[in-house]
């Protein structure tokens, strides 16, 4: 059947034709209640998505609080506060946490000798007949600088020296190399070279050391070798022994073994060595006894001095009398 337009009619008007589709316009077609955004966006052929279906959604509700492990793990997961602007400079935004990494002490480390190469090495103040040679570790960087010993303002070398009563007066650095006229009293160091702190020289240099002050105490022979901290007894106790101290092993005050002991033969007479008092370190950085115990176990080797400087004086005093007067 033809239409005022000259085109055949919808299919559906013909109701002896089952095989053409329905002409029914009421039926819903879902396809005009579609979403499509504007031709202007860049993605308009995407159909959109629901922004609660792609975003996590995190719940306000009250819930049950996470267990001890959840708390631990999310603790070991969170970036370490000291080093956390660090770490999220190099990562890309959107690409996670990144790896925790462990809080570590700056400590320092073995330092060669190339290192301070350019500081001076310290003068011993050594002469014979010593009432007390004190060895040092080595010089610190502001020592080497000036020339003279334990010249850091935080070193209680000096301090302790004079409270104690070794000295009869609070020293100066300046006056190092007046101590074994004035009082009988040298220094010198296990290592020669400057550095930092301890903890940049070598057990092994340390070791070396050793035998060096075993010679300087057979030629000077002071009457006490005062060992002024823990770390260069047991560097002379691991060469002498060939172990380090065991536990409990250790105390400060005087010790059973003398240093520089000469056997005897060919020549030399023996000699029974320097007697070994190992006192406590000077350094300021050294914090593991209080300054009351630093001064107590100096004072033991304090009232030793001002009792054998008496007994020399008085010796002195007894050879001079007996002189022969013109």
Not at 14 to 28: Q, V
Not at 117 to 135: G, K, Q, S, V, W
Not at 270 to 296: D, H, I, N, Q, Y
Request: hydrophobic share 30%.
């Amino acid at each position: 059947m033809m239409g005022s337009d000259g085109h055949s009619r919808d299919a559906s008007a013909e109701p002896d034709n089952p095989l053409k589709a329905s002409s029914f316009e009421g039926r819903l077609q879902l396809k005009n209640f579609m979403f499509t955004e504007s031709t202007s966006s860049p993605s308009s052929s995407e159909p959109r998505r629901s922004q609660r279906l792609s975003t996590p959604v995190i719940s306000q509700s009250p819930s049950k609080p996470p267990s001890k492990s959840k708390k631990r793990k999310a603790q070991l997961e969170a970036p370490d506060e000291e080093n956390s602007s660090s770490s999220q400079r190099g990562t890309p935004s959107g690409s996670g946490t990144p790896s925790p990494k462990k809080r570590s002490r700056k400590s320092s480390s073995y330092a060669p000798p190339s290192t301070y190469a350019h500081l001076p090495y310290l003068p011993d103040a050594i002469a014979p007949n010593l009432l007390i040679l004190t060895i040092g570790l080595n010089p610190g960087i502001q020592t080497a600088r000036s020339g003279h010993a334990y010249a850091h303002p935080s070193n209680l070398y000096w301090k302790l020296l004079y409270s104690s009563g070794i000295t009869p007066v609070l020293c100066k650095p300046q006056e190092d190399q007046e101590m074994p006229r004035r009082y009988a009293l040298g220094h010198t160091n296990i290592v020669a070279r400057p550095s930092r702190n301890g903890a940049e020289l070598s057990k092994a240099e340390m070791d070396e050391g050793v035998s060096i002050l075993e010679e300087k105490c057979r030629k000077w022979r002071p009457e006490v070798a005062c060992v002024v901290g823990k770390s260069i007894w047991e560097s002379v106790f691991r060469v002498r022994h060939g172990r380090s101290l065991a536990k409990g092993e250790f105390q400060y005050g005087w010790q059973e073994e003398r240093m520089g002991v000469v056997e005897g033969g060919d020549g030399e007479e023996p000699w029974e060595g320097s007697r070994v008092f190992v006192a406590t370190s000077t350094s300021g950085l050294a914090a593991s006894l209080r300054p009351e115990e630093k001064e107590r176990i100096w004072k033991i080797l304090g009232d030793w001095c001002v009792k054998r400087r008496k007994e020399r004086e008085e010796e002195a005093a007894t050879a001079k009398s007996a002189e022969p007067k013109n």
